[in-house]
């Protein structure tokens, strides 16, 4: 603990207490010397005044006096040389005090100037040979130092240019970005706007179609041609119905009510079985014995099952059937539609946006995303098998009652 005293201490205060501790030294030493002098004469003028007993009293105090003043002279000369020595001891430390702080200060005065500017230490000035070796590393650091702030200046300088031509393209960049991105809000505003002007004149000729063929069929037996005329309409009535909630699902709420599962089924198959029949494929639905009731949107509900039955159209292999089933799975009930056809490629991507697996088929691939989207915005379980012989899309709800 005491050690830690010294451990920030200068070369002036060393040498300060370097000179009171050879001072001291000299003082207990001389003070010493003197007192082993003293008893040394003490001591032989104790014996002489044994060995002559018989002289007078009166002259061994005179004899005694001129020892003392001996002793006295002694002790003088002993102390003059020891003051002498100190001097010599103490002039000479001085001169070597005197010449390392010179150096020193050399040292501390040329590390302070060279943190602001570049400077060499001239070694010629200093008087130690330690010093001026030292002097040599001093000034090669000093130099390294030096150069590397310069390349770091150099390199902050273009760093800096650097960044700022990145930061002004970057922002060119941005502006044009947003000029580009107004310009495409522009666009595509008006493409939501034209959509939504033709969904909305389309719903009346096809209902004009759908009512005018109806008319005629109770009047004249129905053909062929008039048949193919009518799946046509209702496929398109199917696709004005996608792009109708495509454009209306962000703006418009679509409450729940209470839906006769069974029923619905039912009321969409024969909707479709005239576009069933003009692709050579039939439907095989057996209404369940019970009825089943969901709570449920009516809109989202029809684009998960039109759009479910579609598909099947579309890629049931001719003169197949459809089998439409609906049956309570414990809580639920499940709806699913199966038919042979082509195995599904890859499952995972039936259901992207624009995905088809024939690209020989009309549509935009967007129906099945539109189910998955409903789905997953109710909680309606997917379900997805698909093998060589048959595949099958099944969807899980919650059932009313349960």
Do not use: W
Request: proline share 1%.
């Amino acid at each position: 603990m005491k050690l830690n005293i010294f451990k920030n201490i200068t070369i002036k205060q060393a040498n300060i207490i370097t000179i009171v501790a050879i001072f001291l030294m000299s003082m207990v030493f001389v003070v010493l010397l003197v007192d082993d002098i003293y008893h040394d004469y003490k001591r032989e003028l104790e014996q002489r005044f044994e060995s002559q007993k018989t002289e007078v009293v009166l002259d061994a105090k005179v004899h005694d006096d001129k020892l003392k003043s001996i002793l006295i002279k002694t002790v003088l000369v002993i102390v003059t040389l020891s003051f002498i020595i100190f001097a010599i001891a103490f002039g000479f430390f001085k001169i070597l005090g005197t010449l390392l702080q010179k150096d020193t200060d050399a040292f501390l005065d040329f590390f302070q100037i060279a943190s602001k500017d570049k400077k060499e230490l001239d070694k010629d000035k200093l008087f130690f040979k330690d010093f001026k070796i030292l002097s040599g590393y001093a000034n090669e650091m000093v130099k390294t130092i030096s150069e590397q702030k310069y390349e770091l200046q150099e390199l902050n300088k273009n760093l800096e240019n650097r960044v700022k031509n990145k930061t002004k393209a970057l922002l060119e960049l941005n502006e044009n970005l947003l000029k580009e991105k107004q310009q495409k809000d522009k666009i595509l505003n008006a493409q939501k706007q034209f959509l939504r002007y033709t969904v909305h004149e389309t719903n009346t000729p096809l209902s004009v179609i759908l009512a005018s063929i109806e008319l005629y069929v109770m009047n004249h037996p129905k053909d062929r041609q008039l048949s193919k005329i009518e799946a046509a309409v209702k496929n398109i009535f199917s696709i004005y119905d996608d792009l109708s909630y495509l454009v209306k699902k962000d703006q418009v709420d679509y409450p729940k009510t209470v839906i006769n599962f069974s029923e619905y089924i039912n009321y969409r198959i024969d909707f479709f079985t005239d576009v069933a029949m003009m692709s050579k494929v039939s439907f095989n639905y057996i209404h369940p014995k019970q009825d089943y009731h969901i709570y449920f949107n009516n809109t989202k509900l029809q684009r998960v099952v039109d759009n479910t039955i579609t598909n099947a159209i579309k890629y049931t292999l001719a003169n197949e059937t459809i089998d439409v089933v609906l049956k309570q799975v414990g809580s639920n009930v499940e709806f699913s539609v199966a038919s042979r056809s082509k195995a599904i490629k890859d499952i995972d991507k039936v259901f992207d946006g624009f995905y088809r697996e024939e690209k020989s088929l009309d549509g935009f691939g967007l129906g099945l995303q539109m189910v998955r989207t409903i789905c997953d915005e109710e909680g309606v379980e997917i379900k997805v098998d698909s093998n060589q012989d048959r595949t099958s899309f099944g969807y899980i709800f919650k059932m009313m009652g349960e």
